[in-house]
């Protein structure tokens, strides 16, 4: 029994302090195609029309993540988000999807996160959407990054479970970023949302249920 729970600790130590804070070269393709700024799979690709704002979604209607508040009104803005959930098993540091200048980087803390665990079912039983119950969408710890680039911009959400104890961005307003580039990580699982402005003259190449990697898929070309 002692050997068993001495093995069980040793294998939780090992995913916890190893497994899960890996960060893996990645082979950045060439290109200005728009990389995934996260690993995991892709739950949504969702358009959003002008006169709203860059949405989750929550069993089939339209959540406002209101910090998404960008000079130059985002009411008149239409674009895609794509919607990529980490699991607990997934490289968990995210990347730099377009080369830019990051414009903000703002908070949401809430006062109680939802956990993710329906999702996490829902992919191990092929059942890769978002269509169930998703609170975590809108009640949820999250950092969003707007990153301008020469021909619009797009903005990066990091989502945190309620297991989380820390949403880490190294990016302020001003700094430089490369696309491909490590610039903060989410822990255990959680997901992280891409909105494109229509702008920038991209349209998404990915689909619902792929797998992607950060820094190395392409989500979208121009």
Not at 29 to 39: E, F, V, Y
Request: charged share 15%; net charge positive.
């Amino acid at each position: 029994m002692l050997l068993l729970l001495l093995s069980a600790t040793l294998i939780f130590v090992g995913w916890r302090f190893w497994f899960f804070f890996r960060n893996p070269s990645r082979n950045v393709p060439a290109g200005d195609s728009m990389l995934s700024p996260a690993d995991g799979y892709v739950v949504y690709v969702r358009r959003v029309e002008a006169g709203g704002v860059p949405v989750a979604i929550k069993k089939g209607r339209q959540i406002t993540l209101s910090e998404l508040t960008v000079p130059g009104n985002l009411t008149n803005t239409s674009g895609f988000i794509i919607g990529i959930f980490m699991t607990p098993f997934s490289v968990h540091y995210n990347r730099i999807p377009l080369s830019g200048e990051v414009g903000t980087v703002s908070s949401f803390q809430p006062g109680r996160n939802q956990t993710m665990a329906r999702m996490i079912f829902n992919l191990l039983t092929a059942k890769k959407t978002p269509e169930t119950d998703c609170t975590y969408l809108l009640t949820n710890e999250r950092k969003t990054t707007v990153i301008h680039t020469g021909r619009g911009w797009y903005a990066v959400t990091q989502i945190a479970d309620v297991w989380v104890s820390q949403i880490v961005n190294r990016l302020s307003p001003g700094d430089e970023v490369n696309r491909g580039t490590s610039f903060g990580m989410i822990r255990f699982g959680s997901q992280t949302d891409i909105f494109i402005s229509d702008e920038l003259g991209y349209h998404p190449v990915c689909t619902p249920g792929a797998y992607v990697r950060a820094g190395e898929s392409v989500i979208a070309s121009y």
